[in-house]
């Protein structure tokens, strides 16, 4: 066989080889094209609508979240204007990736789930937002409302994370597709050889590297891009290395300069970054701490691969201001702004456990009560926000040992001088506030008195408790005094207060046991000089001994015993009145005493109503003696009170003429039928001119008002007389009889009836 055959054969032989390497080559290309391009299109198709579906859920779910958070900083701001227009937007950034999501998933069940929660919380929002912004805010509803709506925005998460489930799932059986054709051209290519296979494998392996590189890289690039919080990095030297939008966004915001993160770092971060490395059992570490007008919340992280730092800032400024008003509401008073009470006891407890000598003092503005009635609450509350002002003024200037004044009560306030003051000092310290005060025009030309009250430590007191009351009572007793402004506390002062103390217990004890007696005082008629009536009058023995109404009946008001004690008197007095009326006496009227606080209460009326009817007593047996004090806290519900009770039949007196109320117009209003001179203008008559000048010119108004007029305290036959000759019309008093026992009365009435 020549060569050339044998080359023909051989070159045949290459040609064949090399034209079955050609289609193996083309074969497996076209193979490799095929399967890459489905691969392509897989790829394509997890990049395009997979990946970017986390996107979506992500959005939707930080979109839900920012909802929450208007609504708490709405609650916590009240800044309508940037609620709405942030409310707004996140709304509608929400519904519209609930849209496209629909458009991707189709109308599937969690999405139907979470558009339901969707309208839920819109509806939800609604309601918080009407009652945020009404005249009068529920906050306890407010709160509710805040816990159900992250209850309702908690239950989307549920719905959500199942949509991702689902997204992950696709994204698996997409790889799983890829993987399968990977191998597939992978078979075919070991046929092309050895290299391509290994080629093949390694682009296999790095496709699907890349893949699941490429989803993660961009969920933590989107995660730090679109944080709306600031998220700074730093080196192990606190050169800042990165920082997202928000950081600039602040930057911006705070005035500071595009790349100047390092201007957001805590002063003393390197203490936090010492600790958070020494301790070493937690790789973050939270502080909080202040740029500018805002604070900030920081997680400090420590990168122990890359070497540095991460720093989250959250905004907490609207949480700490907060938090600032809730420690001034503890500690100030809202009216005036000085020390409260509570502040109060807390400086004193500190000053009794360091042992410090210092006085204790308690103010309080004098006929506080008339001011209110007066003026009004307004005018009032200006009143003790000037006063406060003032003393707040007077004691930085004048006290040179650490005086200072605090807020205790309406009209109350407090001082707290850290030295032992000795009663000429505060006689002095007191004169000089008396003599600014009184020197000072307040609001509605309103001029202010003050009452005083004193106690020493430790002389008085060992703690708060035990200053205060004693401080209390030494007020008390200046502000029950015409003359005494200020008193110090001393032994005679407890002594008496521990007996108001007990008397006050007894009291209670008497009442619920009915140890209290009615006594009666005639009442006569000076022209005929016959028995008209009688003054009920009550009386308590207490341990064999008499106590006198003017000691205790002052101690049944302050301890809020008057109305019980007022409720026997009135029901007692009328069921004895009947008594006394059922033998005969069917004229008799029988007086009552009525206290301006139980005339006051707003039952009173049917009180009357009640008792006269529950004892049968005919109303005009029963004769009411009020004072001019009645007028002090409401002048017209008090005339029309009187007009209802002149309606049922009832007497009505006014008790202690010319002592009490300053004005006589309310003479004229008054539905009343007798005045009651007070005793004080009767006992000197027969010596003093100005006494009989007085009580002629009451007997002679009660005359041209058509009412009677009673003297009482008559206790001596020429006081008689001259109240004969000024024309009084009745008189009660010793001259005639004292008070007596109901049996007593009844036999003086035969007596006299007799006679």
Partial sequence: MSIKIVNQRSHRLI??????????????????????????????????????????????????????????????????????????EINQQAQRVLDELIVRFGDIPPLQITQSSLKELNILAGEFVLNITASQTNWTLARQQLRT?????????????????????????????????????????????????ILAYIV????????????????????????????ISLDNQNAVTYCNPATENLLKKLGMGAGKAEL????NIDVYQKQLLVEGKADSKQFEYQVEQLYFQCDLHWLEDQRQWDMHLTDITARKKFEQALQYRASYHPQTGLLN??????????????????????????????????????????????VA????????????????????????????????????????????????????????????????????????????????????????????????????????????????????????????????ELYFQPQMALSSEKIIGAEALIRWQRNGQWIAPSEFIPLAERAGLIDTLGDWILHTACQKAQNIVSLGWDDLIIAVNISPLQFGRKDFLS?????????????????????????????????????????????LAIDDFGTGYSSLSYLRKFNIDKLKIDQSFIQDIQHQAADQSIVRTIIELGHNLELKVIAEGVEGLEQQQILTSLGCDEIQGFCFSHPLPEQEFIDFLQQHRAV
Wanted: glycine fraction near 6%.
């Fill in 149 to 197: 709506i992250s209850d309702v925005r908690r239950a989307t998460s549920p719905q959500i994370q199942q949509l991702i489930t689902l997204t992950e799932n696709k994204v698996e059986r997409s790889e799983q597709v890829i993987i399968n054709g990977l191998e597939l051209v992978r078979f075919f290519v070991v046929l092309y050889g050895l290299a391509t296979l």
């Fill in 389 to 516: 002002t003032s003393l707040d003024n007077i004691m930085s200037s004048i006290d040179k040992a650490g005086g200072r004044v605090f807020h205790v009560g309406e009209k109350s306030f407090a001082l707290v001088c850290t030295s032992d003051l000795s009663n000429t000092q505060i006689d002095s310290l007191v004169e000089q506030i008396d003599q600014r005060i009184g020197s000072t025009i307040f609001h509605s030309q309103y001029q202010v008195q003050l009452d005083f009250g004193f106690a020493n430590y430790p002389q008085h007191g060992n703690d708060y408790t035990q200053l205060h009351k004693n401080s209390l009572a030494a007020l008390d007793k200046s502000a029950r005094s015409e003359d005494k402004r200020h008193v110090l506390f001393n032994l005679q002062l407890g002594e008496k207060l521990r007996y108001e103390q007990q008397l006050i217990e007894d009291m209670r004890i008497a009442i619920e046991m009915a140890e209290f």
């Fill in 341 to 386: 009470r509570y502040e109060l006891e807390k400086s004193v407890t500190q000053l009794c456990q360091i042992e410090q000598k210092f006085t204790f003092g308690l103010i309080e503005i004098r006929s506080f009560s008339q001011l209110i009635s007066g003026q009004g609450v307004t005018v009032a509350s200006t009143v003790v926000k000037e």
């Fill in 15 to 88: 040609n064949v080889i090399f034209a079955l390497v050609l289609v193996l080559g083309i074969a497996v290309s076209g193979m490799v094209f095929y399967k890459g391009d489905y691969i392509a299109r897989k790829t394509v198709e997890l990049i395009d609508q997979q990946v970017p579906a986390y996107d979506l859920l992500r959005k939707l779910n930080n979109s839900l979240i920012e909802k929450e958070r208007f609504l708490y900083e709405f609650y916590a701001m009240e800044q309508q204007d940037d609620f709405e227009r942030g409310y707004s």
């Fill in 204 to 231: 296999a392996k790095a496709i699907k590297a890349y893949l699941s590189s490429a989803v993660n890289n961009q969920r933590l690039s989107l995660f730090s891009t679109r944080n709306p919080n600031p998220v």
């Fill in 607 to 651: 009180k009357v109503t009640n008792v006269l009817k529950e004892t049968g007593l005919r109303a005009k047996n029963l004769e009411l003696e009020v004072t001019e004090g009645v007028m002090i806290y409401n002048e017209q519900e008090a005339i029309e009170t009187l007009t209802q009770l002149k309606k049922l039949g009832v007497h």
């Fill in 264 to 267: 957001l770092l805590a002063k």
